[in-house]
């Protein structure tokens, strides 16, 4: 039998204690049930990217007794989770026999009056520190506490100390209409959708279009895009939606020059200009092949500045003017360094690039910014617009009766060479990026490129950058999908230089930022969906559950003995749906697009003709599931080619069946495309992110003739049935 767990003797080696202590898994089970433990090396190079010395025998005991000292040295924890209504308690370091002493700062500044109840020092299990005995004493946290983000002051003796103390609703609620109700909604590439008002790229006047159509016209109550997260200032722009230079701002790339209100102020001179600007990039509506965002971008840009330039009324800049006031700090972060990417240059990964010369506090770049003071300015004025723009998409959706309206998609993580890391690099991993250990969709494991956030910076600054994060996103939408939530749990840690397959799973405090989560979506009362596909540990789906985050349910991947689960069977409390962004559409599926693409890419470990079994077997256990719970007549199967429409159509016949809460449809699959809009595991070798929207013979579909798509509208009775 194959062990599934470390030895004793594993377990007492100071390098397994050191790496545990600080929340390095130093083992793991992967997708096929294999075992892994984790070799020294990398284990050292992960304990460096936290900031721990695993250098030598020496350094991994004197770090152990550090971090002990240090834990043993704060009077209580930097950050302090409690549920609202329930009694909770904290532990407090004191001497023996201490009683400690606390009140609560709540988040909106006035002082809690309620009782803290605390018990004297247990010296039971003391731990010995500077020669004085540490005991642990507890801290009654009440009931009645409110929600929100407060300050636990405590007192032990004449010392004092702070804890960010995030005070969150037990779960998320369901929103009044999923309670008794299914909804049903679109999944949408937005760039690739285009119409005649687009310069070439789709942008957030086509998502408001995109929403409100899809209400009117399909009754859809949702529409789950890609991550429109911060982008590069100036082309070439990154195409890839998950790797973002902030997670913090919205990316400016999609916004309507048109649809400005300064827009209609503008002389005729200055319209004329931005006509011709738009009239160069309008062709690029009509290609079928490729999403130029490049060209777009240079275009729009221009426009964008006459449209700045112009100015604004008292009132709207007096709106501007208290955006920025509000943004403070992360708004200059991301504008400055929008300016030195404009004026120095794209970052490169050079010893005398500008990224790895000047620091934020650089003179270099305080004499930039006084330089190009209206440069700095316009990206400011950017991102304000574009938050405008994407709000304005949501409140028409919502106007046009959609329960929950835009899906917005949370990236797992940023560039590395983005603003969030050169501004704050204290918050991120040095020396390590995240990404997958090897599975079945991907047999070399995946590097993502990212650095991730440092779990220890986290916790000491009461998850102060993922709190502004997630509220960010709820001010512009009605759900939150989290791509790898398990992030939320654990991250694949790759160390620079070792390869994915050589990484090791690094472990985060996921009762505080669910917390965190249940707190935001309670006061945007919206819906939190977390992406959990893949090897998911059993407490990672418990937890979710418990915290009322809704899962991930896809047609293809619901399987077990190699067999596809009838969808009543599935989880109520999902987002279901037949395919995910990272597979071809359901048309493409159908024709081992799959497998064509990872032989051409070579991406396989395997021979193609064995790979090409595999899928075959899983096409036709696919096929045999639709026929046997009457989803399917097999009769069609005869000439699966001819059929493929009613064949796709049975899939989402299938998933109309799951009990899910939240069900979601292709945009893709309801046009009859076939191409992959992502190939994991790959950057320029394949087109990821730039597939243009076309139909089953290849055409371009605009947006205005979109909901008239007669495959379109033939699923859509089906969604509706």
């Known amino acids: 039998m194959t062990e599934k767990t470390e030895n004793d003797e594993r377990l007492a080696r100071p390098l397994i204690r050191l790496a545990k202590l600080v929340g390095i898994g130093t083992s793991y089970v992967g997708q096929s049930d294999d075992y892994h433990e984790i070799e020294d090396d990398v284990l050292v190079a992960v304990l460096a990217a936290l900031g721990v010395d695993a250098s030598n025998d020496e350094a991994i005991e004197r770090s152990i007794h550090t971090i002990l000292d240090e834990r043993h040295a704060r009077l209580v924890p930097p950050t ?47 731990y010995s520190l500077d020669g004085k005995f540490v005991a642990t004493a507890s801290l009654t946290l009440p009931k009645d506490l409110p929600i929100g983000y407060h300050t636990l002051h405590v007192r032990v003796g004449d010392r004092e100390q702070d804890a960010t103390l995030i005070s969150a609703p037990e779960k998320i609620e369901l929103i009044d209409p999923m309670k008794n109700n299914q909804l049903w909604g679109w999944m949408a590439q937005l760039y690739s959708i285009r119409s005649n008002g687009s310069w070439g790229v789709g942008d957030f006047e086509d998502l408001k279009t995109l929403l409100v159509e899809a209400k009117r016209k399909t009754g859809a109550d949702f529409m789950l895009i890609n991550p429109v997260h911060g982008s590069e200032p100036v082309a070439p722009l990154t195409p890839s939606p998950y790797l973002p230079i902030s997670r913090r701002f919205v990316n400016f790339t999609y916004i309507r020059p048109e649809s400005i209100p300064e827009y209609k102020q503008l002389d005729d001179a200055a319209r004329k200009q931005i006509e011709e600007l738009h009239s160069q990039v309008e062709p690029l509506n009509g290609d079928a092949q490729l999403i130029d965002r490049d060209t777009m971008w240079r275009m729009k840009m221009r426009a964008l500045w006459l449209v700045f330039k112009a100015g604004r009324s008292a009132g709207r800049q007096a709106e501007f003017d208290v955006y920025k006031k509000e943004q403070g700090a992360e708004l200059e972060s ?110 070399q494991g995946q590097d993502w490129s990212q650095p991730p956030l440092n779990p220890i910076q986290l916790e000491n600054t009461g998850y102060q950058v993922y709190r502004e994060m997630v509220h960010g996103m709820f001010a512009r939408a009605g759900a939150v999908r989290i791509d790898h939530i398990l992030g939320l749990f654990r991250l694949w840690w790759i160390p620079q230089g070792k390869g994915a397959k050589h990484g090791a799973y690094v472990y985060y405090d996921s009762e505080v930022m669910l917390g965190i989560l249940a707190i935001e979506a309670a006061r945007a009362n919206g819906v939190v969906v977390g992406e959990d596909l893949g090897v998911v540990p059993d407490f990672v789906t418990k937890s979710l559950g418990r915290h009322g985050v809704l899962g991930c349910a896809v047609e293809w991947f619901e399987q077990m003995d190699g067999k596809f689960k009838a969808p009543k069977t599935w989880r109520e409390y999902a987002l279901a749906s037949v395919n995910t962004h990272d597979m071809p559409p359901s048309y493409g599926y159908l024709e081992y ?61 299938g998933l109309k069946d799951a009990p899910s809460k939240l069900i979601a449809a292709s945009i893709t699959d309801a046009v009859g495309e076939k191409r992959a809009q992502n190939q994991p595991g790959t950057n320029n070798e394949y087109p990821n992110w730039r597939i ?5 013979d290849g055409n371009v579909v605009p947006l205005e003739k979109l909901f008239d798509n007669e495959r379109l509208k033939s699923l859509t009775k089906i969604m509706n049935s």
Request: hydrophobic share 40%.
């Open 692 to 696: 243009p929207l076309a139909d089953y």
């Open 80 to 126: 302090v989770l409690h549920t609202v209504g329930k009694e909770d308690s904290v532990l407090v370091n004191t001497g023996i026999l201490e009683i400690p002493s606390a009140t609560i700062t709540l988040e909106d500044g006035q002082q809690y009056d309620g009782e803290l109840v605390a018990g004297a020092g247990d010296g039971s299990q003391a």
């Open 593 to 653: 697009e799959q497998v064509k693409i990872r032989e051409k890419l070579n991406l396989l470990d395997c021979p193609v003709e064995e790979f090409q079994a595999s899928a075959t077997k899983e096409h036709n256990a696919m096929l045999k599931m639709l026929v046997d719970n009457g989803y399917l007549d097999a009769e069609l199967l005869k000439d699966e080619k001819a059929n493929e429409q009613q064949i796709v159509e049975a899939l989402y016949r």
């Open 334 to 443: 991301y504008a400055t360094w929008c300016l030195c990417y404009d004026k120095w240059g794209k970052p490169e990964d050079t010893p005398d690039n500008w990224e790895r010369k000047y620091a934020k506090d650089s003179a270099q770049v305080a004499a930039l910014r006084n330089q190009f003071p209206d440069t700095l300015e316009f990206y400011r004025w950017l991102e304000w617009i574009a938050g405008e723009q994407l709000e304005s998409a949501q409140r028409a959706a919502k106007d046009a009766g959609m329960k929950i309206g835009l899906m917005a998609d949370m990236a797992v993580g940023v560039h590395p060479a983005g603003s969030d890391v050169w501004w704050n690099p204290e918050r991120f991993a040095k020396g390590a990026t995240v990404g997958a250990p090897p599975d079945y969709f991907n047999q």
